[in-house]
């Protein structure tokens, strides 16, 4: 959204807490974040929430401009969506903590190995400095991962490491680092001891 130049209000919400089940239960009918309030519309998943400030961005396109750019974009933001079960179970984001020696099991690697080829195609297509030229809700559906593959110090080759660095510098996730940076509740599930 901040690509997108729309203000927005946030909600921070503990989650496994009874605080945060709590607020889910008023703010969420699915229970999961994110969700989003614009007047009466409840939008409760993150992909349709993308398309739908992409819908609402006319002269700032949040996806590319050639239909078989978009169709590739799309296709990456799905599989982002509901794949790399393996890769998130085990590398869960956690944008506080850089972890030394994390070694990814075999199902961990695939997932990587996956990731590692969807962006070095993207960016060899593209020229980068994002996977579609410009920012798309690709890159914003891949930021979370970006922030895993740093914290978890993955090894990458030369143009997925550049993006890697590109989105970790990005204001809108600069801000967000930030506002994790100044949290001070802790998930311990999340927390990987190596
Ligand atoms: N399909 C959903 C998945 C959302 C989801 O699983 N959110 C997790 C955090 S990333 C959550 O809210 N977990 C809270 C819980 O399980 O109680 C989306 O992408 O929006």
């Known amino acids: 959204m901040q690509h997108a130049q729309l203000p927005f209000d946030e909600v ?3 989650l496994f807490t009874p605080e945060g089940e ?27 929430i993308c398309e739908y400030i992409a819908d609402k ?6 996806w590319p401009e050639r239909a078989v750019d978009r169709a590739r974009a799309r296709a990456m933001s799905a599989e982002m969506h509901s794949g790399f079960a393996a890769l998130r179970e085990a590398m869960p ?3 506080r903590r850089q972890i030394e020696g994390f070694r990814p099991t075999l199902e961990v690697q695939i997932d990587i190995n996956r990731i590692v080829q969807l962006f070095e195609d993207a960016l060899q297509q593209s020229g ?6 410009h920012y798309t809700v690709a890159d914003a559906m891949f930021a979370p991962i970006a922030s895993r593959l740093n914290t978890y110090q993955i090894p990458l080759p030369n143009l997925s490491q550049q993006y890697v660095s590109r989105t970790l510098s990005d204001p809108p996730m600069q801000d967000w680092y ?17």
């Open 12 to 14: 921070n919400v503990p």
């Open 22 to 48: 709590a607020l889910l239960e008023k703010l969420c009918p699915a229970k999961r974040v994110p969700v989003l309030h614009d007047g009466p519309l409840v939008l409760w998943d993150s992909l349709a």
């Open 57 to 62: 961005v006319t002269n700032h396109s949040l």
């Open 93 to 95: 984001m956690n944008c």
């Open 128 to 133: 980068g400095p994002w996977l579609f030229t």
């Open 178 to 194: 930030a506002a994790a940076a100044a949290e001070k509740a802790v998930i311990e599930k999340s927390e990987i001891q190596v």
